[in-house]
């Protein structure tokens, strides 16, 4: 049995949450509804942890949109303890390509497509606050990666992203895209098998199962 902790518009164009296990209910102590797309959910443990599940614009929603998208994410960033763990992730409808020229910091080499303009916010985003894009470490079947597709399967993208800290790197060694789970919903995968300095974070993280609203 899930719990789910949910934010969305009236209309089916937004909407983003967590469906958390039954059994992990008492590792949650906070859960803040801060628009229709941006919701944090705060979990105990040795670490406190503060997961952002967020649902941004897509690339044809106007740039007034988008640029508050991102305004408000980084103040809800900014109200967030530095010392705990912070995670962003969710679909943050963004094609950041297969040129890492100048982005070395955020992001891996495994990434997909041509960078659009959501994608070079994204990365900028992610700069600003030192985070590194996790799932484009690692290594997996592109059909694995993939976390979009039209319904004749034509058109596939890889929308869904996860960031950390980069000084908590370590921490996540896998992030699947599963696209035909809960109709197109991400699974982030944390395993057990982490270094023994990122085992804090494994702790809190492995208590909660990440999911969001499937409105492209």
Known sequence: MM???????????????????????????????????????????TMKTHIVAVYAP???????SR??????????LDTLPRRDIIITAGDVNAHIGTNRDGWNNVTGSLRYGNMNDNGFRLFSFAAANNFI??????????KHRLTWRMPSGKDTAILDYFFIRS?????VHERYGYSDIFEGQPVIVMPDNVPTEAKRIR??????FFSRDGIH
Do not use: W
């Not at 590792?27 to 509804?33: C, D, I, M, S």
């Open 3 to 45: 719990m789910l902790y949910y934010s969305g518009g009236e209309h089916h164009t937004e909407g983003v949450g967590f469906a958390v296990n039954r059994k992990c209910l008492d590792y949650v102590v906070g859960f803040q509804l801060l628009t229709s797309r941006i919701t944090v959910l705060t979990l105990t443990g």
């Open 67 to 76: 640029d508050e998208f991102y305004d408000r994410l980084q103040v809800a």
């Open 133 to 142: 894009i996790s799932n484009t470490y690692f290594q997996h079947p592109l």
């Open 203 to 208: 702790e809190n993280l492995k208590k909660v």
């Open 58 to 64: 897509t690339e044809m929603s106007s740039e007034e």
């Open 167 to 171: 000084r908590f790197g370590n921490a």
